[in-house]
């Protein structure tokens, strides 16, 4: 099953924010159940898109060692449905940090109107919480980030381009940004 | 800026409403945060996050959650903490009031603890520095 709620990142600055484009499509399943003969993203998945999104922002500030999940959504406010055509401007901001989780800030935006309001928070397991190891392989995770464009527009608090991560030592080389 | 035990109560109530989703008479200086109020090991993170952030304070993780003390051999013996512990804990936790833990100090019951009474004072002390 494919899990992929957002297509493709537009900017991302280490320890700041992230910005993503997710366009709702009638070819995805997901539109029609939810209102019948109204297709519209739910918005549970826009919640799942803004916590990919977030939940990237900061593995990436813990450079992707922590194994990180969705712990909490503290609020979701949808001002309007996104109906099929729309497409959505994601933003997520970090807003704290600790060392065993963070918080977001998020918003999705529409035709220049806020869309959905969307506050999350993300905790670290440790030891064996839930499972033990990793909960993807690390290529993975590599391989989702190079087709979001992820590698093209991030950058760090000093506006530089990433290296490689250590955690993906074992996935394929990152292409030299251009 | 010196706030008032009203202010920090207020903003602690706060920060406990929206955490747990408990209504504003439920937050009362005596409810324990686990039993009263139902707080679950997620809910403390999320109430640091608030704090720190309504207080614009910095919550380091030992501070609340003593778990270092609470797993180490030397302060704790068959499940219970010992004297040597009770004292850490009292160092490393000022703010609490630890009298009703000492009568019956087992790990398991210092889950329950913390009251928000104890959780002003805490913040009362970070924010005087």
Not at chain 2, 87 to 111: I, T
């Amino acid at each position: 099953m494919r899990w992929f709620w957002v297509d493709r990142f537009t900017e991302f600055v280490s320890g700041s924010h992230a910005k993503a484009i997710k366009t709702v499509a009638m070819d995805e399943e997901c539109v029609d159940e939810y209102l019948p003969t109204y297709p519209v993203l739910p918005p549970t998945l826009i919640i799942e898109g803004m916590a990919q999104l977030g939940g990237i922002l900061l593995a990436e500030h813990f450079e992707f060692r922590k194994r990180l999940v969705l712990a909490k959504v503290g609020k979701a406010t949808f001002h309007a449905p996104a109906r099929v055509g729309d497409q959505l401007f994601y933003e997520a901001k970090l807003d704290g940090i600790q060392d065993n989780g963070g918080t977001i800030e998020g918003v999705s935006t529409c035709d220049g109107e806020v869309q959905a309001e969307i506050s999350l928070m993300f905790a670290c397991l440790e030891g064996s919480d839930i499972v033990d190891g990793p909960l993807y392989a690390a290529e993975d995770l590599h391989a989702w980030l190079l087709s979001l464009d992820f590698y093209s527009v991030a950058v760090g608090a000093n506006g530089q381009r990433f290296p490689r991560y250590a955690a993906f030592q074992t996935a394929d080389s990152v292409p030299a940004p251009t | 800026m010196a706030l008032s035990e009203d202010e920090i109560f207020g903003k602690v109530n706060e920060a406990l409403q929206d955490a747990l989703g408990v209504d504003e008479d439920e937050v009362t200086p005596e409810a324990t945060l686990v039993g009263d109020l139902g707080a679950e090991s997620i809910d403390f993170l999320d109430i640091v996050f608030k704090l720190e952030k309504s207080f614009d304070i910095e919550i380091p993780r030992e501070e609340l959650s003593p778990e270092d003390i609470l797993t180490n051999s030397d302060y704790v013996q068959d499940g219970v903490v010992t004297a040597a512990g009770l004292e850490e804990l009292k160092k490393r936790m000022p703010w609490a009031n630890l009298s009703g833990f000492e009568s019956d100090p087992k790990v398991q019951n210092f889950g329950n603890l913390l009251t928000v009474s104890d959780l002003c004072s805490y913040v009362g002390s970070k924010v005087k520095g």
